[in-house]
């Protein structure tokens, strides 16, 4: 017995190494796999030479320059358009019963899927769209919709627009979870008895400590917003698109041989995402010294209360964007024939969803098998981590907190690519084990990130009472641990539920089309343009996450409904 | 002892696999015998719902019919389909491929032609390739001008067609140049799916024909042609026709159906498209006003054939071919015609069909917005697919990047 005790405490002290393996190996074989292409290396496309050619290639394509332009505006632009929003959001109402308010408006909108939130928008804001619609013809005279570029503009004013309603968000998520390390309340009420404004007095004395917690999050957010590819589709310009778009054109394309100058545009797409993020952190520092130079001068910004304002519309803009996206949707879904300028179509059908019942099932089926999975190994591999951290008094490290961000930093294109042809290789392509796989590694830094927090915190002298009670280490995970923070696991497992959904890219290249999603589906379906397929389906991705995150709401207050202490605790 | 045994293995697998690998159209019992049970995986363009529904329906047939079992992996784009047999033949896997069948044509085909990933020639010994008369449809067998050399089955013609609401359009433009006038009295009414999109590269290539004296060139590899000055016309006709586009040019549609969604939104007029029955049947589907008409232009439009290839590792091939045959069946090719099914002309030569079978498609219904046979009139071939590629990369460099 105490030699199989001693064997499980090995193995759990591998948890970290084989936690940081699993997130490693992929993206380091998928890296490999798309920089022999890029030089020339591709023997069953008669490239058994290394050259420079498809570097020569890509640098001859007459759109590269604006290409990398658009997804450099984009990237820099929705990352610091959505964390100034955050930002202005938390030090203007942090605190407040208005803050408990922003922060049920906005997080539902976490569950909502990139995709499904981009087509929402487009429909909304289009010059045919609903917002068009609702003034057309009695306010604006309109009879046909207006011939101006709104969607697709060249500035990608509308695709920032579409990243922003999602990472806003998510970057509040992030702050909130870093913000109980911060005695925020304090600072800020010390920086009012001296005259500064309260969001003045946030942003120069909470802000500061708190950017250090949320500054990965960040470049997460840069990275995807830099690289990302079915928001773009939905919602960029086309002449020429965003790189990441481009070099998925070129994957796809007839012509084979673009195939060395798309592996070629894969690595120059992760070197742009390496510049611009060592630009953020050079702005980092601007930042900081200009910071000082305002507390140096002592203005004390009293007079914050449009700035105020204006946030608290910020928040409630995104959430009612979003919201009326997937109303629109929603609409679309049960449309019959609906053109400019009715505001609703003339007759209303559930044909839409009839026709599509068999497939929505099927694949909802598939998504809840895959996400459920690649869920319970995250939560499994994340709460061995974190065992093992506290029995062997290990401390995470600021290298490998980097590791668990790396997936979310190196663009999914870029190592994807790689990665398919590396599971063709094995025999493991096309098969839903190796696509779950490939979604833990996206959905464990997620999981990872939402529990660990809670985790930590735990009063580890409930434990100690425990064992001078005589239970053992594992009796003490099962009895004492887990149960307390049934609450915090149920929400990560939701988190990492929602990633899984979402994904498209790792469905897509390593399921090799044989495994189908509701997300594959819904974009599958989108290159056919229907908007009301794309409602049935965007609809269904949005409801499994809810259903997710309703489940983890309602588990614990009913496992717990004669225990008022369990429920009581966060 | 153990080169010996390596010499004999190797000779035993050079003498069987062929033999027991592949099966031969030729013995098609045996063909049916070999298929049955097996499960053919069918990659296809998943973008449109009453294809898919087309799919679902003949996949219940073969299941029925010849114990074959059909599944529809659907692309977005054929050319993932592609990618995937390259990909497993740079993993050596030369056998057991994960596509058994996939359905394609024009580049897409001459890429894979070119890059030795097709199992045939087969497509010409199944027993309905009969019920077609190649020389009265030579579409069918020479796929963009590339021979099809029997490594891919025709399932479908497809003929460009534009069509147009005639509530608020009731004149449409007949020739390439009347679109331009048109394009000037009403701005912003008109777009076409943007390059390399095919249908966006077929609006060149069908303005291409309308605007050269000379067609024969087009007919040949682009190499052998003096590229400037056979496509001059065509530079100045889009240089002339872009500012009078929908959104100036500034933006395009990514496909056809978005296209078809812009017509449904009242942001333009009059598009094209290269199934004559589509607006038939998206009127049906309340995606367009049952005001929208086809026209096809003065002089014919282009025309070609859809086609169905199997990859050199496929899994499956007997089924594939049994699931081919079928759907070049007249059963098949009438219920795919129908108007309320997808709209889709045969390939089938009437003719060649007994006189029942022609009965029955001489009296289909195809639709309140579908042209007859008739009125379609003339089918011009398809360029040399060289053409396609050197026009859509020259579209884009100078009117896709100018920003």
């Known amino acids: ?570 | 002892m153990i080169s010996r045994l390596t010499v004999t293995t190797a000779l035993v697998a050079c003498l069987c696999l062929p033999a027991f690998a592949d099966p031969d159209p030729k013995a098609w019992d045996s063909v049916l015998e070999e298929a049955r049970g097996q499960t053919v995986y069918w990659n296809a363009w998943g973008g449109d719902p009453r294809t898919n529904d087309y799919i679902a329906w003949a996949g219940q047939q073969v299941q029925d019919q010849f114990g074959v079992t059909l599944e529809h992996v659907k692309l977005s784009d054929t050319a993932t389909a592609v990618s995937t047999v390259l990909n497993e033949k740079a993993a050596g896997r030369t056998e057991g491929g994960s596509i058994d069948m996939i359905w394609i044509n024009g580049a897409n085909f001459a890429a894979m032609k070119e890059n030795g990933l097709l199992f045939g020639p087969w497509a010409e010994d199944i027993p309905n390739w009969s019920l077609v008369d190649p020389e009265a449809n030579p579409a069918l067998v020479s796929d963009f001008t590339v021979p099809v050399e029997g490594l891919e089955a025709p399932w479908s013609m497809a003929r460009v067609v534009f069509y147009y609401d005639s509530a608020r359009l009731p004149e449409p433009p007949r020739t390439i140049p009347a679109f331009l006038d048109w394009a000037s009295a009403n701005p912003g009414r008109f777009t076409y799916p943007q390059p390399p999109d095919f249908l966006g590269t077929t609006f060149l290539k069908q303005a291409l024909l309308g605007l050269v004296d000379d067609t024969a060139p087009l007919y040949a590899p682009v190499e052998a042609a003096d590229y400037d000055a056979v496509t001059a016309p065509l530079w100045a006709y889009i240089e002339a026709l872009t500012p009078h586009l929908w959104r100036q040019g500034q933006a395009y549609p990514q496909n056809g159906p978005a296209q078809r969604q812009l017509l449904a939104d009242n942001e333009i007029d009059i598009a094209i498209s290269f199934s004559p029955g589509e607006a038939s049947a998206a009127i049906a589907n309340f995606e367009l006003p049952d005001t929208v008409r086809s026209i096809v232009l003065d002089g014919g439009t282009i025309g070609n054939a859809s086609f169905l290839a199997i990859p050199f590792n496929a899994n499956a091939k007997a089924g594939a071919m049994v699931v081919a045959n079928y759907l070049m069946s007249a059963e098949a090719q009438l219920h795919k015609q129908d108007a309320a099914v997808m709209g889709t002309p045969t390939v089938l030569a009437m003719d060649k069909l007994s006189p029942e079978d022609a009965a029955k498609f001489a009296s289909l219904d195809l639709g309140i917005a579908t042209l007859s046979p008739a009125d379609l009139g003339p089918a011009l071939p398809e360029p040399h697919p060289s053409w396609m590629q050197r026009i859509a990369a020259d579209w884009e460099a100078r009117f896709g990047v100018a920003q």
């Open chain 1, 1 to 570: 017995m105490p030699s199989l005790e001693a064997n499980r405490h090995a193995w759990l002290r591998l948890a970290p190494r084989l936690t940081i393996a699993v997130l490693l190996l992929p993206v380091g074989a998928g890296l490999a796999g798309v920089l022999a292409p890029a030089f020339g290396w591709y023997p069953a496309l008669g490239g058994t030479n290394l050259s420079l050619d498809p570097w020569r290639a890509l640098f001859a394509w007459p759109g590269l320059g604006g290409a990398i332009w658009l997804s450099v505006v984009t990237g820099l632009g929705a990352t610091a358009i959505s964390l100034l929003i955050t930002v202005m959001i938390c030090a203007a109402w942090q605190g407040t019963r208005a803050f408990g308010v922003i922060e049920r408006a906005l997080s539902p909108l976490l569950s909502v899927p990139h995709a499904a939130a981009a087509f929402g928008l487009a429909f909304l804001i289009a010059p045919s769209g609903w917002i068009a619609r609702a003034l057309s013809p009695w306010a604006t005279g309109w009879d046909q919709p207006p011939d101006i570029l709104i969607t697709q503009d060249p500035w990608g004013l509308s695709l920032m627009a579409g990243l922003v309603v999602k990472e806003v968000p998510f970057l509040l998520l992030m702050t909130l979870a870093a913000l109980g390390q911060v005695p925020a309340r304090r600072s800020v009420l010390v920086s009012q008895t001296m005259g500064y404004g309260r969001m003045a007095g946030w942003v120069l004395t909470v802000l500061p400590r708190l950017y250090a917690q949320i500054r990965l999050p960040v470049y997460a957010v840069l990275a995807y917003s830099c690289s990302v590819i079915d928001v773009a589709l939905i919602l960029g310009p086309t002449r020429p698109s965003t790189l990441s778009v481009q070099v998925l054109e070129w994957l796809s394309d007839p012509d084979l041989s673009l195939r060395f100058q798309a592996a070629a545009g894969a690595i120059l797409q992760l070197a742009l995402v390496i510049g611009l993020l060592l630009l953020w952190r050079g702005g980092e520092a601007v930042a900081a010294r200009l910071g000082c130079a305002a507390i140096r001068r002592g203005h004390r910004f009293a007079a914050d209360r449009a700035a105020r304002t204006l946030s608290m519309g910020l928040a409630l803009i995104a959430a009612l964007t979003v919201g009326l996206g997937i109303l629109g949707l929603a609409v679309w879904s049960v449309a019959g024939f609906w053109t400019f300028p009715d505001l609703l179509p003339d007759q209303f059908t559930w044909r839409n969803w009839t026709r599509q019942s068999a497939t929505v099932t099927g694949t909802a089926l598939e998504t809840v098998m895959i996400g459920a999975a690649a869920t319970v190994i995250s939560i499994g591999l994340t709460i061995a981590c974190l065992e093992a951290e506290y029995r062997h008094g290990l401390r995470q490290t600021r290298r490998a907190l980097w590791l668990l961000y790396l997936p979310l930093l190196v663009p999914q294109a870029t190592f994807l690519i790689g990665l398919q042809t590396l599971a063709i290789g094995a025999d493991l392509g096309g098969v839903r084990s190796t696509v779950i796989a490939a979604h833990v590694v996206f959905v464990l830094p997620y999981v990872f990130l939402s529990l660990s927090d809670p985790w930590r915190a735990w009063d580890s002298r409930q434990g100690l009472v425990a064992a001078s009670l005589g239970a053992g280490a594992n009796r003490i995970l099962w009895r004492v641990r887990l149960p307390m923070l049934l609450r915090p696991v149920l929400a990560a497992a939701a988190v990492g539920f929602a990633v899984s959904v979402g994904q498209y890219l790792p469905t897509l290249l390593i399921g090799m089309g044989r495994v189908s999603t509701l997300t594959t589906e819904a974009v599958a379906l989108s290159s056919g343009g229907d908007r009301r397929l794309i409602g049935v389906y965007a609809l269904s991705q949005t409801i499994m996450p809810l259903i997710g995150f309703a489940l983890a709401l309602a588990l614990p207050a009913l496992l717990f409904r004669d225990r008022r202490g369990m429920l009581d605790r966060g």
